[in-house]
C-alpha cells in the first residue's frame, strides 16, 4: 500500500490532463499495450483515473501496472513518434 507522501507525490506527477501509454495493466486482456489516455484524476489510495482511447476508464494500479507518461513531444506530433520503423 502507498504511504502518503508517495501519493502526494503521484499527484504532483500526473496532474489533470496528462497523456499517458499503457504498457501493461494486471489481468485487463482489453486493455493492450500502447493505448493512451489522459489523466482525470489521482485518488487517495494512489490509482491513476484515465479516460482511455477505447472509451474505458479503468485507474491505473501503480503497484501492479506499467505506463509511461507520452511527452510534450509526442504529443505536439499526434502520438508515438518512430512508428514507421527505421528508414
Same mark, same amino acid.
Given at each position: ?11 504532483? *506527477? ?50 501492479e *501496472?506499467?505506463?509511461?507518461?507520452v ?5 505536439? *506530433? ?5 512508428? *514507421?520503423?527505421?528508414?
Open positions: 500500500m502507498l504511504g502518503r507522501e508517495e501519493i502526494r507525490k503521484l499527484k504532483e *506527477d500526473y496532474p489533470e490532463g496528462t497523456q499517458i501509454r499503457l504498457l501493461r495493466m494486471n489481468g485487463e486482456e482489453q486493455m493492450p499495450s500502447g493505448m493512451q489516455g489522459t489523466v482525470r484524476h489521482v485518488d487517495d489510495i494512489g490509482q491513476i483515473h484515465i479516460s482511455w482511447e477505447n472509451g474505458s476508464s479503468l485507474p491505473v494500479n501503480t503497484e *501496472d506499467e505506463f509511461e507518461m511527452s510534450p513531444q509526442e504529443e505536439q *506530433d499526434g502520438g508515438m513518434c518512430g512508428m *514507421d520503423g527505421p528508414k
